[in-house]
Nanobody, 129 residues
Framework: QVQLVESGGGSVQAGGSLRLSCAAS????????MGWFRQAPGKEREGVAA??????????DYADSVKGRFTISKDNAESTLYLQMNSLKPEDTAMYYC????????????????????WGQGTQVTVSS
């Protein structure tokens, strides 16, 4: 059974940093598609960062709203997905979710579409001005 567990959320002032973690267990693939999404109250879920891991190659993609501020990475040894968030803004306030799927899901490249098969429960990020 695949399980994704996010951690690292919290409250921070604008300009600060947080690093989110997503611990994956039971995932049967070495290669994978993974992503970070967020959803603020009253807004649609947004894909903020995605990574495609194909053997020893990785490719990433970011939403324009977070480019240059957020970095997605994956530690294979720990089966953990990270999202380093710097220069945080109040508009980054949301529940953040990680998602994963088999490598066939993103055969065309890293995907920020929300059709992933596996999802975590989310971790709250609050940025105050």
């Amino acid at each position: 059974q695949v399980q994704l567990v996010e951690s690292g959320g919290g409250s921070v002032q604008a300009g600060g940093s947080l690093r989110l973690s997503c611990a994956a267990s039971g995932f049967p693939y070495i290669s994978a598609c993974m992503g970070w999404f967020r959803q603020a109250p009253g807004k649609e879920r947004e894909g903020v960062a995605a990574i495609r891991i194909l053997w020893n190659t990785r490719s990433v993609d970011y939403a324009d709203s977070v480019k240059g501020r957020f970095t997605i990475s994956k530690d294979n040894a720990e089966s953990t997905l990270y999202l380093q968030m710097n220069s945080l803004k109040p508009e980054d306030t949301a529940m953040y979710y990680c998602a994963a799927d088999s490598p066939s899901y993103c055969s065309g490249g890293p995907s920020r579409d929300s059709g992933y098969k596996y999802w975590g429960q989310g971790t709250q990020v609050t940025v105050s001005s």
